[in-house]
Antibody, heavy 121, light 110 residues
Framework: QVQLVESGGGVVQPGGSLRLSCAAS????????MHWVRQAPGKGLDWVAV????????YYADSVTGRFTISRHNSKDTLFLQMNSLRGDDTAMYYC??????????????WGQGTMVTVSS | QSVLTQPPSASGTPGQRVTISCSGS????????VYWYQQFPGTAPKLLIY???QRHSGVPDRFSGSKSGTSASLAISGLRSEDEADYYC???????????FGRGTKLSVL
């Protein structure tokens, strides 16, 4: 069965950096686009970024463009999110999600349990 | 990115049929597929409906999706207490390129 396990969250000061990881199993990772979606405490879902199956295309939400970088390591079935210049409004649960197709337009069909990122001094 | 418009809340009694609307624009719902997600407090969202009206594996046929123009709907028939949850719609937006979500609808089963 599909499993997505996020790690790397924690408490970081404003302006700091974190790198999130997502270990995937139960499907052919290199055949699917992958996304990061976040949810601030008590708020709704907020899409962050997507990477195509072959890393050729990436798209970002306006709020993270220039600060966050999505990447993947297909030989290790792992997705990453490098987060720099973190701000208080980046505080959220970050979910790794599997795309139901190859490209960025593929919706999210399976979700991990999330990793919490708290930006606070 | 723009946000899809959902009612903040909806309610029904057991056995009833309820619908949750999701309104967008030509650049998202009007030209791309709509997805629906269910989320219980403290847990990750789960896919209910993909590509406008396809039920995800294991989703009861009480759940159905539809789309017309720039609006979509999720219908839940034979409402049960365990359907009480938050529901979100989502779609790819062509301009600017990225995914957009609705703000979510909290469904109460009275």
């Amino acid at each position: 069965q599909v499993q997505l396990v996020e790690s790397g969250g924690g408490v970081v000061q404003p302006g700091g950096s974190l790198r999130l990881s997502c270990a995937a199993s139960g499907f052919t990772f290199s055949d699917h686009a992958m996304h990061w979606v976040r949810q601030a405490p008590g708020k709704g879902l907020d899409w962050v970024a997507v990477i195509s199956y072959d890393e050729s295309k990436t798209y970002y939400a306006d709020s993270v463009t220039g600060r966050f970088t999505i990447s993947r390591h297909n030989s290790k079935d792992t997705l990453f999110l490098q987060m720099n210049s973190l701000r208080g409004d980046d505080t959220a649960m970050y979910y790794c999600t599997k795309g139901d197709g190859w490209t960025g337009t593929a919706g999210f069909d399976f979700w991990g349990q999330g990793t919490m990122v708290t930006v606070s001094s | 990115q723009s946000v899809l418009t959902q009612p903040p809340s909806a309610s029904g009694t057991p056995g009833q049929r309820v619908t949750i609307s999701c309104s967008g624009s030509n650049s998202n719902i009007g030209t791309n597929y709509v997805y629906w997600y269910q989320q219980f407090p403290g847990t990750a969202p789960k896919l209910l409906i993909y590509k406008d009206n396809q039920r995800h594996s294991g989703v009861p046929d009480r759940f159905s999706g539809s789309k017309s123009g720039t609006s979509a709907s999720l219908a839940i028939s034979g409402l049960r207490s365990e359907d009480e949850a938050d529901y979100y719609c989502a779609a790819w937006d062509d301009s600017p390129r990225g995914w957009v979500f609705g703000r979510g609808t909290k469904l109460s089963v009275l």
